[in-house]
């Protein structure tokens, strides 16, 4: 190699985004006047990016060590998926933006660089598309069990039946952010349809300076995952409803259980069922097995006789029945292995009492990594005084509370999305790794069934094999369909399978985007539309020469 | 007739001499503490040696796929000891063809000698254990006063909690278990799969024991024969005479494992891997190939660093010949494996650090072929064969076994190439990072504002784009591979994170040169300390972080070593950049902008410099 060669060899990549920089300053004199200019200026200078690069690193790095301590939906609520990160990232744009029109009227130097902003911002409006219009989500399925028409989403949210008697749905992310009684979360019960700016103002000050809300809200000043619910029951004359009250034990299984069942009209929860191995009916009238219905299941009938004692007939699984009549306090061996079935109380008329109570994990055994029932604890207020008394409330469940004369009934949990179709699972397989019990893959068989087309596809999901529907190249292209792939299995339920459905609008932007960004960033580093200059101007281009950073600042 | 019945008679007389019929019992690995720990002690077996080459190629399933019998040797003798080969204090050597065979065939006695390792002190403690000795014997551990009791405690431990939640003692022990386990397997010979399954690919193998279960008496009969001949020519003393004779008398080792291995592949021809394949893996596993490279890029940074003043033709030549054939091991060494495993090589920590080793190699070479300057010949070479070395070191931490994917890893085009390309990207900037090393080394070593070769500034950004460019189709690669696997484009993932990160970092750089915050200098130094956010992404997300969908192979181990590393190159750059600006021996030349002023200047750090290196250059 020659020596002009090895010395132009060391090239020129930084021209364009060096040279421009020198242009970018001299702009005219009518720019310089005008407000957008200089705004444009202001933004589009290179100081400005490095401060966005800078906060962008550390809150990305931030992020990770968030997600390493306590879980990415953490690390999304704070960071990721923040309002402030998202102004940042629309800031980015802003910048990216005025750092290209600074740089007007373009010239063919300026290809490779205009060509990677314009790519990113491309892309980043295309992650702003998906966020807003796209939708993610698990569907828990089993084999056998149906369609199914909705998802679940990660996000938690409160619904209330309002007082014209419509449904509303507020955003409850108190998994992320949970309340405390030094900020207590207050979610006010409007029912006007448009966003109020005042009202949301106000609100936003009733929480900051933690005060008393002045119009009808659910105020919630506690949050656990750790929740234990106790059913009893109680007298309740006038009820009608018969119950009783049983204690199952078993040495060998360790464990003691207390069966409380009530008869209620319509019955609903007239049985207890234990884990789904035996089943404890109160009922009107002693059935055969096979009369009741559950041959092959243990079964135990209870028929309170009205004198506090009850007549019982009891089915192992092999259809052996024993009948009779116990007293309260006495025991009977049920013949389900060696569980003992001892009658405490037979309620002639009763009701429910559900007591929640939050179960101390903190000073309590590390060793149960099973969690209780999610729950907040909160109180009505109507803002005229009236409040009613602190209580837990399940996730879940649909709860009634009362304040004043005021009756209000809400539910939370985690957001369930309707989809545009059904989808049923007919099979799931688990291959294994030879000779082992590895699991070698998951393939979920899906049925998409659209009620408007009558469209049915029959699709598999299976590791980095999604199903998709509506199916068709073009919207795997777009991102205009419902992707679904497997997300969790059950080794010991092989019928049931986790699988995650997501629909990103945004992702032709995104892809176009990415790729603009490649081909900018190759235009940069190796097209070269210049090649008759000084070597010298080559090396102060590819390190920036004094004269350049002159320009520069 | 009759000489069948004669054959089936004398099998039945091997079978109740086979070693792994000794313990006759469930197929499984002992699970129980009262079976591990009943030990009988026996005699020692004499010490006898023979050729194991011909037996090395026997296939066996273990660990979800079917692997030649060298493999399983090394592996298994690597878990127990954590080495690759056994020496004991009265100078006797065993490799670990040598230990599998001599258990396997011979049914010598190890549990008295100390083959089981065991290095924390608060486990050797508390089993009342030589504190100095880093390997145990078998016996010496289970028949400890307080194992029993540390076995109850650890079960009930681990009923209660998740495994990882355990505490360092007793993660130590129950990876000490995990050994005794293994050692008690392979003594057994319950976990020795030999017999393939008669016509599923993918079946599960038996043992001598359960053969029967998969082969009629007749099928297997030829197979459990030449394993008596194995037994025969291994020890003429095993069996009683009248088999022997009837085996054939006395045989050659050699011989029979040959034998035995066609016997093998004859029972399920289609089953049993391909000779082509296994040949391979024995080949890869004896030749060590990486280890070779680790020798060539030491032996090309030498040729090249020794003849940098003198005898430049020559160091040319051999630097260039010598970085050529380590990348022709390594790519030989990387082809094997995939060949083996039938999937891209950078699936684990080690195969990613062979992978940015050839890569850092490759580019280096390209860039020397375009440049002819040897600064990339020099830098790229040692950091290779340091990287390498830790990949070739630390078997415990960077597991080189071939193992079965997790299924999310398997059978994607996007994934492989977004992993080629994103590892091969950190290789463009392990580049730049070393050619910076030369820079801030000589800014240590000669003080002042130092004006370095001007050029080693553009071959850095040179290796630094190549590094950003890949970096950035990588992610993107990435996205598209979360998009088609799940339909989401970016997941905040920390491993996608960070490799975000760490391009912006190296934007960040590019950047502040433009905007004057730094020139030539602060650019080496952004080439060196960009690299962090590469290192954290590719050893901090799995090692420190342990978090994320995407870093399979959580690992743990060496955060200290490489916390040190980072630590030291912190110093390092620390003490040029004190050099530089606060603590000279020649008076400074200049303003800072030292890139600007070097025009001026013809001071360069090397001497002789690009342009007469491009002449002499053939």
Known sequence: ?553 | MKKLIRTIGALLVIAVFLPDMRAEGPEVPVEDAEALAEVEPQEETERIEHDYSNLEGLVIQHGGRQKPLLTFARESLLTLSGRRSLSFEDGETVDAMGFLGSVWIGGRDWAHHPVVSLDHAGVKEALDLDMEARRHSYHDIVTAARFMELMEELEQRTETRESDELNDFYQNFNELVQRLRLFRAIERGVIMAVVPHPEDPEGTWATFTGARELYSEEQIHPFVEARGRLLVAYNPEMLPEEIREQLGGDLDFAEAALAFREAQRALSPEVVPSPAKVKTEVLYERWNPFRLALVFSLLACLATALTWTAWKRFGAIAGWALALGAILVLALGMAARVYISGRAPVTNMYETIIWVAFGLLVFAVIFEWRYRCRYYLVSATPFAALLLLVAESAPVMFDPNISPLTPVLRDNFWLTTHVLTVTISYAAFALAFALGHFVLGAQIVRGGKMVANRDLYAYIYRAMQVGILLLAIGVILGAVWANYSWGRFWDWDPKETWSLIALLGYLFVLHGRLVGWWGGFGFCVGAVLGFKGILMCWYGVNYILGAGLQSYGFGSGGTGWVVGFVIFELLFVGAAVVRRYYWFSEPGSGGRGDAGDALNQRETIAAGGVREESRASP
């Not at chain 1, 952010?177 to 019960?189: A, D, G, Q, Y």
């Not at chain 1, 903190?362 to 909160?378: I, K």
């Not at chain 1, 545009?420 to 790794?433: G, H, K, M, S, Y």
């Open chain 1, 1 to 553: 190699m020659s020596e002009p060669t090895a010395v132009e060899e060391t090239k020129t990549e930084a021209r364009q985004v060096a040279a421009p920089r020198m242009k970018g300053s001299r702009s005219s004199g009518g720019r310089d006047r005008s407000l957008m200019w200089r705004f444009i200026h202001l933004f589009g200078s290179l100081k400005m990016a490095m401060w966005l690069f800078v906060v962008l690193i550390v809150a990305c790095a931030v992020g990770t060590v968030y997600e390493s301590r306590f879980d990415a939906q953490i690390a999304r609520y704070y960071i990721y998926e923040a309002p402030w990160f998202t102004l940042w990232l629309i800031l980015l744009c802003i910048t990216l933006a005025c750092a290209a029109f600074t740089r007007l009227p373009w010239k063919k130097r300026h290809t490779g660089f205009v060509v990677t902003h314009l790519g990113i911002i491309v892309l980043l409006i295309g992650a702003m598309i998906g966020r807003h219009f796209g939708t993610e989500g698990s569907i828990t399925l089993r084999v056998g069990e149906g369609p199914a028409r909705h998802m679940v989403t990660q996000e938690m949210a409160l619904n209330f039946w309002g007082s014209d008697g419509d449904l509303y749905l507020v955003s409850f992310p108190v998994n992320l952010n949970p309340p405390s009684e030094r900020s207590p979360h207050t979610v006010p019960l409007d029912t006007s349809d448009r966003p109020n700016v005042a009202a949301s103002f106000q609100r936003a000050y009733t929480n900051l300076f933690r005060l008393e809300p002045r119009e009808p809200a659910l105020v919630f000043d506690r949050f656990s995952e750790n929740l234990e619910e106790e059913i009893s029951l109680i007298e309740q004359p006038g009820s009608g409803n018969p119950g009783v009250q049983l204690t199952l034990s078993s040495s060998m299984m360790g464990g003691e259980e207390i069966a409380v069942i009530l008869q209620e009209r319509p019955a609903n929860r007239s049985f207890h069922n234990m884990e789904g191995l035996a089943q404890i009916v109160l009922v009107d009238r002693i059935q055969s097995p096979e009369e009741a219905g559950q041959g092959g299941m243990p079964l135990l009938q209870v028929l309170p006789d009205g004198n506090g004692r009850i007549e019982y007939s009891v089915a192992d699984s092999g259809g052996e029945t024993e009948e009779g009549v116990l007293e309260a306090g006495e025991s009977l061996e049920t013949g389900w292995a060696d569980w003992t079935l001892t009658l405490d109380k037979v309620y002639a008329e009763a009701e429910y009492r559900q007591e929640v109570y939050e179960v101390n994990g903190s000073s309590g055994d590390a060793r149960v990594p099973e969690r209780g029932l999610t729950g907040v604890r909160g109180w009505l207020t109507l803002g005229d005084g009236s409040r009613s008394e602190p209580r837990w409330f399940i996730a879940g469940e649909t709860e009634t509370v009362q304040a004043g004369g005021e009756v209000v009934r809400f539910g939370f949990g985690n957001r369930r999305e309707p989809l545009p179709f059904t989808v049923e699972l007919i099979d799931f397989d688990v291959p294994r790794d030879p000779g082992t019990e590895n699991p070698a893959g998951f393939v979920s068989t899906l049925v998409f069934r659209d009620p408007d087309t009558g469209e049915e596809v029959t699709d598999t999901a299976g590791m980095n094999h999604p199903a998709m529907f509506p199916p068709g190249f073009h919207r795997a292209l777009t991102g205009n369909t419902y992707k679904f792939s497997q997300a969790h299995w059950e080794p010991d339920d092989l019928n049931l399978s986790v699988v995650q459905v997501l629909h990103d609008p945004g992702w032709l932007l995104k892809w176009i985007g990415s790729l603009i960004i490649i081909a900018g960033i190759f235009i940069i580093f190796y097209v070269r539309p210049y090649r008759n200059r000084r070597p010298e101007d080559a090396i102060d281009e590819a390190l920036g020469s004094k004269k350049d950073r002159e320009k520069v600042s």
